[in-house]
């Protein structure tokens, strides 16, 4: 599974912004989940199919996260830009 992912510290009231090139699947993941998800075993989080080129989150609590930007096993590319800041 090809994915681009970003290692996230934040608090509440930091945002998550993804910029996209394409429509893919935008996930947020606890470092737990985060690894289950890279394992290809069952994983929880904020996000999936996008078809907007930017998609937002908010940390609900502080700690480190994992945005994550996959095709969902389709072919293709897609090209993403993560930023994070305060509301």
Same mark, same amino acid.
């Given at each position: 599974?090809? +994915? ?8 509440? $009231? ?5 910029? %996209? ?6 996930? %947020? %993941?606890?470092? %737990? *989940? +985060?690894? *289950?998800?890279?394992?290809g075993?069952? =994983?929880?989080?904020?996000? $999936? ?6 998609v937002? +989150?908010?940390?609900? =609590?502080?700690?480190?996260? =994992? ?8 072919? $293709? ?11």
């Amino acid at each position: 599974m090809t +994915f681009l992912n970003w290692k996230i510290s934040g608090s509440p $009231g930091d945002t998550i912004r993804i910029k %996209l090139d394409a429509p893919a699947y935008v996930r %947020l %993941l606890d470092p %737990l *989940n +985060f690894e *289950n998800y890279r394992r290809g075993i069952k =994983y929880q989080g904020e996000g $999936g199919k996008s078809d907007q080129l930017e998609v937002v +989150f908010s940390l609900p =609590y502080k700690g480190t996260f =994992y945005a994550v930007v996959d095709l969902g096993g389709a072919a $293709g590319l897609v090209k993403a830009t993560c930023t994070v800041g305060r509301v």
